[in-house]
Nanobody, 115 residues
Framework: QVQLVESGGGLVEPGGSLRLSCAAS????????MAWYRQAPGKQRELVAA???????NYVDSVKGRFTISRDNAKNTMYLQMNLVKPDDTAVYYC?????????WGQGTQVTVSS
C-alpha cells in the first residue's frame, strides 16, 4: 500500500511563489506515473501537472510557464513549484500515483492565493 503525504500549502499573494511537496511511503517513481491535481470549490478535480517514470512532463495550459513538476528519487518526494500564482490557482492540491489499475491519493493541501 502506497501512502502519499502532501505539504507546503498556505496563503500566498498574487504573483508570489509556493512549493508543494508529496512524500511517498515507498519508492515508486520508477514504476508509477505521478501527478498533481487540484479542486477548487464547486469545481471538478483537474489535472495540473504529471511526470512519467521516464521523466516526461505535461501541464494543463493554465499553468504552463508558471508551474514546474519535479521529483527527488532519493527522497521519494515529488514537488510542484508554483510561480506567478493567480487567484484562480486557489484550490486543494492533491498528489496522485498511478500504475495499471492501482491509484493512490494524498489527503490534499490547501493553497489560497489572495492579497
Amino acid at each position: 500500500q502506497v501512502q502519499l503525504v502532501e505539504s507546503g500549502g498556505g496563503l500566498v499573494e498574487p504573483g508570489g511563489s509556493l512549493r508543494l511537496s508529496c512524500a511517498a511511503s515507498i519508492s515508486i517513481f520508477s514504476t508509477h506515473n505521478m501527478a498533481w491535481y487540484r479542486q477548487a470549490p464547486g469545481k471538478q478535480r483537474e489535472l495540473v501537472a504529471a511526470i512519467t517514470p521516464a521523466g516526461s512532463t505535461n501541464y494543463v495550459d493554465s499553468v504552463k510557464g508558471r508551474f514546474t513538476i519535479s521529483r527527488d528519487n532519493a527522497k521519494n518526494t515529488m514537488y510542484l513549484q508554483m510561480n506567478l500564482v493567480k487567484p484562480d490557482d486557489t484550490a486543494v492540491y492533491y498528489c496522485n500515483a498511478r500504475r495499471l489499475l492501482h491509484t493512490y491519493w494524498g489527503q490534499g493541501t490547501q493553497v489560497t492565493v489572495s492579497s
